[in-house]
């Protein structure tokens, strides 16, 4: 491999840059700023209720209103996750992309305004627009990067969906300080700061080619799809990526995308799909939600003062954002399968340490140290491999006509899931209260071992050749002599239809 191989163009990165700051930067800040101003939204809440009707919001009600605007957000989630691999198909990546801004700065006045107009019921609605924007934005992003990195970069630039969503968690925590724009005075200016992300990307995407997958594929368009590819990989590189895309195309054979309720009956991705299932579900359910519930009684344990835990807070977001970062270098060095393998193993071995520490917080004056190292350890050992590889894998499992259906599937069940463990996860702690770890700690050694037995290494493969691993999985391993046979003969023809196109296409572009 040549030098200038190994890293993106700097079309590449700055196109990742320019998809991410309007994608999963959007979920992961908008996860994160709900938690500031708390106290504030209560406060409005009582007041617009006074006003409004001559008595007092009662504390059920309070908690009630409180807990739509929060949890609407997962349900706008859920929705955009079911609507975002067809916007993806009819409008292309990119054009999904600059469409789902549109919700974004909706989603923006609709909160900004709440406040001044007395009407909360706009800051629901609001807080559910954003919800959807974030659910197309998680789904769509991880599809542009998957396509348009080359193979041998591919792991690390599909990090970039982890490291903005982190980068907008510690964004989001920043920003909420109460020296910024944390403050009650701040209170509508810092909800409807999402607008900003979405004029970033509607300024800067623009410039940026369309899904080369995507223009060939699903449109036929040669052209614009060879120039997409020069523009990103450069006149002397993009011919290597031109061929991949043309023997998928082949392979395919002007297959239709499928809709994601086809995917269940496509025996040829029975296992692809169970994993993108498990691996989903083991990611929201591994127990990062109970290290972040914990982290403050753990902190305040360890002596430090109630008003400086939200700057110790920062550190996980800044552990998480690291972790993201970190993982980007290591993936396509180390593999995939080495990091989440590892990932879960080491996520299951300080949920140990966690019970054990939380148990015997308050009888060494020690402990507590223990405690919170453990969280940070926790937290480093999420981020560098569920945290980073679940979106990264799953847009490797599929080929192009399943991949955006692939990733409603993978979008849905992450919100339910989300939505899911915030509506128990509080009976959980207080049933079992530390010991939930226990639970977490098998989650995370089952889902480390449906890994090690299921899913191959994927680095520097194409998405065929990762195809046919997951083929003796699909169909048992005593397949017929002769559907081997066949499938063999069709990857030789494909190949030389490819590189029969591959050296008209030179010639043409010669003449």
């Not at 919100?415 to 009976?427: A, E, H, K, N, R």
């Amino acid at each position: 491999m040549s030098p200038e191989q190994k890293f993106p163009s700097w079309t590449l990165f700055l196109a990742v840059c320019a998809v991410g700051i309007g994608g999963t930067f959007q979920y992961g800040y908008n996860v994160s700023i709900i938690n500031a101003p708390t106290q504030h939204v209560h406060r409005f809440l009582n007041e617009s209720w006074t006003s409004r009707y001559r008595k007092e919001l009662s504390p059920d009600l309070l908690t009630f209103l409180w807990s739509v605007i929060a949890s609407v957000f997962s349900l706008g989630g859920l929705c955009g996750a079911f609507i975002g691999g067809s916007m993806a198909i009819r409008l292309g990546r990119k054009g999904a992309l600059l469409m789902n801004n549109i919700v974004a700065i909706l989603a923006s006045i609709l909160m900004g305004i709440s406040f001044p107009t007395g009407l909360f019921e706009l800051l629901i609605v609001g807080r559910f627009l954003i919800g959807i924007n974030s659910g197309i934005g998680i789904c769509v992003q991880p599809l542009y990067i998957g396509e348009v990195a080359p193979k041998h970069l591919r792991g690390g630039m599909a990090m970039g969906t982890s490291i903005f969503l982190t980068g907008g968690i510690l964004t989001g925590q920043i920003i909420g300080l109460r020296e910024l724009l944390g403050g009650e005075a701040y209170c509508p200016l810092l909800l409807s700061s999402s607008c900003f992300p979405a004029f970033a990307q509607l300024l800067f995407l623009p410039w940026f080619p369309e899904s080369p997958r995507y223009l060939l594929i699903d449109r036929g368009d040669e052209l614009s799809c060879a120039k997409a590819l020069k523009r990103f990989h450069g006149s002397s590189e993009y011919r290597r990526e031109m061929e991949d895309i043309q023997r998928e195309r082949f392979a395919l054979g002007g297959e239709e995308p499928q809709k994601p309720w086809q995917l269940f009956t496509d025996r040829g991705v029975r296992w692809q799909l169970i994993t993108v299932i498990v691996m989903t579900m083991g990611q929201q359910l591994s127990g990062i939600n109970a290290i972040y519930f914990y982290a403050t009684y753990i902190f305040e344990q360890a002596g430090i003062p109630a008003e400086k835990i939200p700057y110790v807070t920062l550190g996980t977001g800044a552990c998480e954002c690291l972790t993201a970062l970190t993982c980007g270098l290591l993936i396509d060095y180390v593999g995939r399968r080495y990091l989440i393998i590892g990932g879960y193993l080491l996520m299951t071995l300080w949920s140990i340490v966690l019970t054990f520490s939380l148990t015997y917080q308050e009888l060494y004056s020690w402990v507590p140290y223990v405690s919170m190292t453990s969280i940070f350890a926790f937290i480093l050992s999420f981020g560098l491999g569920p945290g980073g590889i679940t979106n990264t894998l799953t847009a490797e499992l599929f080929v192009q006509s399943s991949r955006p259906a692939a990733y409603v599937i993978g979008g849905t069940v992450s919100w339910i899931s989300f939505f899911t463990t915030g509506m128990l996860f509080p009976f959980i702690v207080n049933g079992l209260k530390h010991y939930c770890f226990l639970v977490f700690l098998l989650e995370c050694s089952l889902v480390a071992a449906f890994i090690f037995l299921v899913i191959p290494e994927t680095k520097n493969k194409s998405f065929l050749e990762i195809k046919k691993e997951f083929h003796k999985l699909n169909f048992g391993r005593n397949t017929k002599r002769k559907e081997t046979d066949l499938y063999e003969r069709r990857q030789l023809h494909d190949e030389f239809k490819t590189k029969n196109l591959c050296n008209f296409t030179a010639v043409t572009e010669l003449q």
